[in-house]
């Protein structure tokens, strides 16, 4: 079993840019492909980015694209997301989950494990 914690969210005016931690603890983070999902106030919840256990495949969504990259430091237990140029339709509560298997993908059903979320705001 796995406990992940994200942090680093906050309030970032449009245009700007942060940085999403998941620390990983219990079974190694190597063990688990890592993906990031988001949910909006009204929506449900969807998928941001996901990575492989050894962090040679990643996949975005298409809107965020060229603006959001996932990257992981297994050596850390660690998966993060860079967010640049954000957008007030960024806006959400975004989760990080553990899939049990080489690459976990888009859909939420491959994922075992999830943290508690951490609220990002893109408002000026």
């Known amino acids: 079993q796995v406990l992940l914690v994200e942090s680093g969210g906050g309030l970032v005016q449009p245009g700007g840019s942060v940085t999403l931690s998941c620390s990983a603890s219990?079974?190694?983070?190597?063990?688990?492909?890592m993906g990031w999902f988001r949910q909006a106030p009204g929506k449900e919840r969807e998928f941001v980015a996901a990575?492989?256990?050894?962090?040679?495949?990643?996949f975005c969504l298409h809107s965020v694209k060229g603006r959001f990259t996932i990257s992981r430091d297994n050596s850390k237990n660690a998966v993060y997301l860079q967010m640049n140029n954000l957008k007030p339709d960024d806006t959400a509560v975004y989760y990080c989950?553990?899939?049990?298997?080489?690459?976990?993908?888009?859909?939420?059903?491959?994922?075992?494990?999830w943290g508690q979320g951490t609220q990002v705001t893109g408002s000026s």
């Open positions: 990575i492989s256990r050894d962090g040679g495949i990643t």
């Open positions: 219990g079974r190694a983070s190597s063990t688990y492909a």
């Open positions: 989950a553990a899939a049990a298997r080489e690459y976990g993908g888009t859909r939420q059903s491959n994922y075992n494990y």
